[in-house]
């Protein structure tokens, strides 16, 4: 039980260490990383590949045995391999060429671990990283403006990294940086006070959806001929005063927003908690008088500005003696560094603000709040690219600018929802299903569908929304691996066997080549996790993922189940399969589906 609850090592990290041995031991004295990957050539199940830049540190060695400047390439290769330290997990190791030496783990070794995951459950392969705690600051729309296809982007990715993180062990303050704060606040304040001379009484409802209310005031503004302007103007300095009337009418805005981004997160099952930018405001002046005192602040202008080397200049207070996002920016990160001791702050926007990032890091690193680059606390930009419409443009309904986050969802939902009646009717099964269970089941399916079809890219590039690809049943989508999780729920079922007592009496043992292929990937569930946390690129899971269920289905395929005489050993399978993808799910913030 030890080993279950301080966790386990992965494979790969079990066996870098074995690399790691042997490179000491082959050229002592020189420090080198064990490369070691999954094996391509299929002689083995992992490679390591640092015989072609340790051939050459050998030509140099003092050794006698390697001192012959003709030494044949294959040599170190023997020599890594003769000198890996005995282990449990490995099977055998053999010379590929010149350049790698192939690992195969030894399959009880496989199948113990997958046993002792069964038993003690899958977090006893949470990865071990090094920090305790971490803000993700995700989501972050802003007050009144649209709620857009972004922030949707910014708030599954979030979730899911804050998800990884969290299986890690390690505290996670999920952060929503809500725009609360800022010039378009006058304007609207000054809009509410004419539309709604009544306002204080006025119920929610009545002042209605923001975003309207957000382009009537902007074009009010934008006219010149009226003074509406100059009277928000005079707002914004009101309510940084502090005025009584205009803080009142701030923050019912805000709730009103507030209110609407609620509803989506709870749809998408996403807990964030709010610290606005207007929780910050108090921390900007002590903030930027440190930074004065050790001399970042320059004066531009009739501006403060912190030079950044090779880029241009982070504004931190404006001409015009108010604050911005910059200021708002250091003083959040300030206050993570120092009130939150946050290990790891991440931010999650697209990618369109990898340069204030850069800049906002600089200067701390400059203010010596951040240490060197490979020591803790740490910051880091995880941008993503655009959602694209079919026509190649960025992502747009036919009617509004914007695509509402919740009419998305429902699109989805109600076309998952027409697809799987049609197929319980073609087959026969419509009237075993309930309306309530339909609805739950299309519920999962749709939103699991929309969060997948963006999580499977590589986050740093543009994706392009379709329902079409994203709701089809075949390929890399979430629909396919929801009908794959539950056709192994089914066939666990059909057996009729006590899981839980066959987990503790029964062993797995592998036969046949497609069955120990499963059990190899089932347990490289933990180094992929390791690494998308590394990363902090959730499309390793999303690969992760439909790789294993394309490993079951070869294993399906080849191997009968239930009534077999491995039956036992291969429901075990099953059910380790089945683990491992809900698991995967729940860091994609994917409803798994039982019964499809
Ligand atoms: N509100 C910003 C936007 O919509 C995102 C904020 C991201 N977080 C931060 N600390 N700057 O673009």
């Given at each position: ?177 809500v725009g609360d704060w800022g010039t378009q606040f006058g304007m609207l304040i ?407």
């Open positions: 039980l030890a080993a279950a609850e301080h966790g386990l090592e992965s494979v790969k990290r079990k066996l870098c260490r074995l690399v790691a041995s042997s490179l000491s031991a082959t050229v002592p004295g020189l420090d080198v990383e064990p490369m070691l990957e999954e094996s391509k050539a299929g002689f083995g199940d992992y490679q390591c590949n640092n015989a072609m830049s340790l051939f050459s540190s050998l030509r140099g060695s003092s050794d006698a045995n390697f001192q012959n400047p003709k030494l044949p390439k294959p040599q170190s290769n023997w020599a890594i391999l003769n000198n890996l330290p005995p282990s449990d997990i490995v099977e055998s190791t053999s010379v590929a060429g010149p350049g790698y030496v192939n690992i195969v783990i030894s399959s009880d070794w496989i199948a113990q671990r997958i046993q002792h995951m069964l038993i003690y459950g899958i977090k006893t392969w949470a990865p071990t990283l090094p920090i305790k705690r971490a803000v993700v600051d995700f989501s972050s729309p802003n007050i009144a403006k649209e709620m857009h296809v972004g922030h949707l982007r910014s708030t599954i990715i979030g979730d899911t990294v804050a998800r990884m993180f969290e299986f890690a062990n390690i505290e996670v303050l999920r952060r929503n940086h000054e809009f509410l006070f004419e539309q709604f001379p009544n306002w204080e009484e006025v119920g929610n409802q009545a002042i209605g959806d923001l975003q309207s209310f957000y382009k009537a005031s902007k074009e009010k503004f934008d006219n010149k001929e009226s003074d509406f302007k100059v009277k928000a103007q005079q707002a914004v300095v009101r309510l940084q005063q502090g005025e009584e009337r205009y803080r009142a009418a701030w923050k019912k805005i805000c709730e009103i927003s507030r209110n609407e981004f609620e509803s989506v997160y709870k749809r998408l099952g996403v807990e964030l908690e709010e610290k606005g930018e207007s929780f910050y405001n108090p921390y900007i002046l002590p903030v930027l008088e440190e930074l004065t005192k050790k001399g970042l602040v320059t004066e531009d202008k009739g501006a403060q500005i912190i030079l950044i080397e090779g880029q241009s200049a982070l504004i931190v207070v404006k001409k015009d003696g108010g604050f911005n996002y910059a200021s708002t920016d250091l003083a959040a990160l300030w206050y993570r560094l120092n009130v939150e001791k946050a290990e790891l702050i991440v931010y999650l926007t697209d990618v369109g603000q990898k340069l204030h990032f850069h800049k906002l890091f600089s200067a701390a690193s400059m203010a010596g709040w951040l240490p060197d680059q490979n020591e803790y606390p740490k910051t880091s930009h995880v941008g993503f690219g655009l959602v694209l419409g079919l026509d190649g443009k960025r992502f747009r309904t036919r009617c509004t600018e914007v695509v509402r986050l919740v009419d998305l969802l429902d699109e989805a939902k109600s076309q998952c929802k027409a697809q799987l009646i049609e197929r319980l009717t073609e087959n026969g099964k419509i009237a075993d299903w309930t309306n309530d269970e339909l609805d739950r089941t299309s519920e999962a399916i749709g939103l699991g569908a929309v969060k997948y079809a963006d999580l499977k890219n590589n986050r740093l590039t543009n994706y392009t929304f379709s329902f079409e690809k994203m709701l089809s049943d075949k390929g890399n989508t979430a629909v396919y691996l929801q009908y794959a999780h539950a056709r192994i729920c089914s066939i666990i079922e059909k057996a009729s066997k006590d899981i839980d007592e066959l987990t503790t009496k029964a062993s797995i043992t592998f036969i046949h080549a497609d069955e120990r292929a499963l059990g190899l990937h089932i347990i490289r569930f933990q180094e992929v996790l390791e690494q998308a946390c590394t990363d902090l690129f959730p499309h390793y899971l999303c690969d992760y993922l439909y790789s294993l269920s394309e490993a079951f289905s070869k294993f399906y395929t080849s191997c009968q189940v239930v009534g077999s005489p491995e039956e036992t050993s291969r429901l075990l399978l099953c059910q380790a399969t089945a683990v491992v993808m809900r698991q995967c799910f729940n860091f994609l913030g994917i409803t798994p589906v039982y019964k499809l």
